[in-house]
């Protein structure tokens, strides 16, 4: 997918009808260039992360999201909250494109404040701020489950920003909400329609919504060996790669975190090197 395709429904006029209707209450985030990475990059990197978790991928952002992601599951039916994901509309800043640093995270904060890792399939990243705490900054994902290729253009509706109120508050989402759980209401006030694209859906799967730990700086060999998973070309490469990533960063945290078994149960994934284990579900994922 690129960035081009959607360029025209960026502007799209209130008389458009979209395929998909935008629900009542759902999690919203905005897409862009991430730690000098491309949106284009992202999302081929994230399907494959998706369909080597048997629709399983996270999500990184960089804002918290509280209790409101559990609230809302609370309230909607069957549990189920949907997450849209929908380009930025604005430029992407330097800062995203050009990192001084960019982090690797390799686990998350339970229920109890406890560090457990992330499954190995899964790649999240960030930029760091160079010189400040070693590079780390509160970091944050949604974990999210996907049947559909996140790769492929498809109209599933369109967000007009005017409606979406965050969920607890109802007040009007800031301008640097990124991402948040929102109501959309049915009218808005009196003001020009903003309209955003959405470019594929997932649902919240576990606790849909956790604080990272356990950044790692991605540099040297590291960095190397990262940019070589990313160009992956089948769900077996991305599955070694990752695991070999993962590997390697582990070595350079001292003390080692304390490791839990995440699932219930595990599918093997047998390579022409070795096995993996690929979770296909997370209910261990809960959160903090």
């Given at each position: 997918?690129?960035?081009s395709?959607?360029r025209?429904a960026?502007?799209?006029?209130s ?8 629900p ?18 992202i ?26 992601a ?13 997450v ?5 509309r604005?430029a ?23 560090e ?8 999240i990243?960030?930029?760091g701020?160079h ?8 970091h944050?994902a949604?974990?999210c ?5 996140i790769t ?5 509706g ?8 965050n ?24 003001l ?12 919240l ?13 991605l ?8 940019h ?20 390697k ?18 599918l ?14 997370m ?6």
């Amino acid at each position: 997918m690129h960035l081009s395709d959607l360029r025209p429904a960026l502007n799209a006029t209130s008389q458009e009808v979209a395929h998909e209707s935008i629900p009542s209450v759902f999690c919203w985030t905005k897409m862009g260039t991430e730690a000098g990475q491309s949106l284009d990059l992202i999302l081929r990197r994230k399907e494959l992360e998706r369909r080597s978790g048997q629709g399983l991928f996270a999500w990184g952002i960089g804002n918290s999201l509280g209790v409101a992601a559990t609230l809302a599951r609370q309230e909607a039916r069957s549990n189920e909250v949907e997450v849209l994901f929908t380009p930025m509309r604005s430029a992407a800043k330097h800062v995203d494109v050009s990192p001084t640093q960019v982090l690797l995270w390799l686990g998350y904060h339970n229920e109890v404040g406890v560090e457990t890792r992330l499954p190995s399939h899964m790649v999240i990243t960030s930029r760091g701020n160079h010189g400040r705490d070693g590079g780390r900054r509160s970091h944050y994902a949604l974990l999210c489950e996907g049947r559909r290729d996140i790769t492929i253009p498809a109209n599933l509706g369109v967000i007009n920003a005017n409606r979406a109120k965050n969920f607890a508050s109802l007040n009007p989402l800031g301008a640097s909400q990124v991402t948040a759980v929102v109501r959309y209401q049915s009218t808005c006030d009196e003001l020009p329609e903003k309209h955003y694209p959405v470019t594929f859906r997932a649902k919240l799967h576990g606790a849909g919504f956790v604080r990272l730990a356990s950044p790692v700086v991605l540099e040297g060999d590291l960095a190397n060996l990262y940019h070589k998973v990313c160009k992956s070309e089948t769900v077996e490469e991305w599955l070694e790669g990752t695991a070999i990533l993962r590997q390697k960063a582990e070595e350079t945290q001292t003390p080692q975190s304390p490791q839990k078994k995440l699932f219930s149960e595990v599918l093997v994934r047998k390579t022409r090197h070795k096995e993996y284990v690929v979770p296909p579900s997370m209910p261990g994922l809960v959160a903090a």
